[in-house]
């Protein structure tokens, strides 16, 4: 079964919340963390995260997917490249 991510479906404050955490440069997993608590979802539980990055910082599914391995690792090096488009939306 899919989920739609209808723009009514994600909450504004916490995409708001998630685009200040990245003007002040914090890392991914405060980011992740704010979310999943927001939502009250377990930290292993990454998927409804993937539309708030999405929204949040305007990338593709494509682009965020790594976060689900990132996970399990924690390696920054598996989310590079979203890190850099983060980085550079914030500029």
Not at 55 to 82: G, M, Y
Request: glycine letters at 4%; proline letters at 3%; one cysteine or more.
């Amino acid at each position: 079964m899919a989920i739609s991510l209808e723009p009514e479906v994600l909450r504004t404050d916490i995409i708001q919340g998630l685009q200040d955490m990245a003007r002040r440069g914090e890392s991914v997993s405060a980011m992740v963390s704010y979310i999943q608590v927001e939502l009250g979802f377990d930290k292993k539980f990454i998927v409804p995260t993937l539309g708030y990055f999405c929204r949040a910082f305007c990338l593709s599914l494509k682009d965020v997917l790594p976060l689900r391995e990132w996970v399990e690792t924690h390696n920054d090096q598996d989310i590079a490249s979203l890190l850099a488009q983060i980085k550079q939306w914030k500029n």
